[in-house]
């Protein structure tokens, strides 16, 4: 299977905002659940938003609703990840994920098709 590939990471201080991308397949895209999940320094990778690509629901972790947008364009096989009032904490490498079915699990496990991540930076 093709593994996704993640873009638009970087450096950027407390309160401003990114905006990653994940291509996939349009098999990987089709009838699936994509997730980003990120691994802070020193901690465990952990669940941070999802997006059904057949419904378009979108579910987020407490840590960044409110503040973290989830979507997907099917004509491109594309998931989006615009994140505003970033905080240091949000420190991470970004990881994109594709589930093995169309459930939106919020662990690790429930996902079968990871990128390699992508670094961000949040400064004080």
């Known amino acids: 299977q093709v593994q996704p590939v993640e873009s638009g990471g970087g450096s950027v201080q407390a309160g401003g905002s990114l905006r990653l991308s994940c291509v996939v397949s349009e098999y990987t895209y089709v009838n699936k659940c994509m997730a980003w999940f990120r691994q802070a320094p020193g901690k465990e990778r952990e669940w941070a938003a999802s997006?059904?690509?057949?419904?378009?629901?979108?579910y987020y972790s407490d840590s960044v609703k409110g503040r973290f947008t989830v979507s997907g364009d099917s004509a491109k096989n594309e998931v989006n990840l615009l994140m505003n009032s970033l905080k240091p904490e949000d420190t991470a490498i970004y990881y994109c994920?594709?589930?093995?079915?169309?459930?939106?699990?919020?662990?690790?496990?429930?996902?079968?098709?990871w990128g390699q991540g992508t670094q961000v930076t949040v400064s004080p």
């Open positions: 997006i059904a690509t057949v419904t378009g629901g979108t």
């Open positions: 994920a594709a589930s093995r079915g169309a459930f939106c699990s919020k662990e690790e496990g429930g996902y079968n098709n």
